[in-house]
């Protein structure tokens, strides 16, 4: 009987042996949680990042229709100097050749 138990007591100490290993590479119920609220702190950094993403896309089209904005200020600009322009010169030859503007009073 002692045989058996000696047997018996050397193939538990060889299975905590080959089990040991395992027991390293296994997570804890503590390590899981510490892995979830990575998670989660990832998951919340990655909503930030996207916000910051969608108010800089946002930024940027407002640049782009602010410089629109400038850019039809400097054509309408150049519009009501041509316009000037033309006015004096209609001016000047309605007085060159005596011809009286229909559209004075």
Do not use: F, Y
């Amino acid at each position: 009987m002692t045989d058996n138990d000696q047997l018996l007591h050397k193939i538990g100490n060889l299975i905590d042996q080959k089990l040991e290993p395992i027991k390293k590479d296994m997570a804890t119920k503590s390590d899981l949680a510490t892995v979830k609220k990575d998670l989660q702190d990832m998951k919340q950094s990655q909503a930030q990042t996207n916000t910051a993403l969608e108010a800089l896309a946002a930024g940027q089209k407002d640049q782009s229709t602010k410089a629109d904005i400038h850019r039809l200020e400097q054509k309408i600009d150049k519009v009501a100097k041509l316009e000037k322009n033309n006015e004096h010169r209609i001016e000047n030859l309605e007085e060159h050749t005596n011809t009286p503007n229909p559209h004075k009073n």
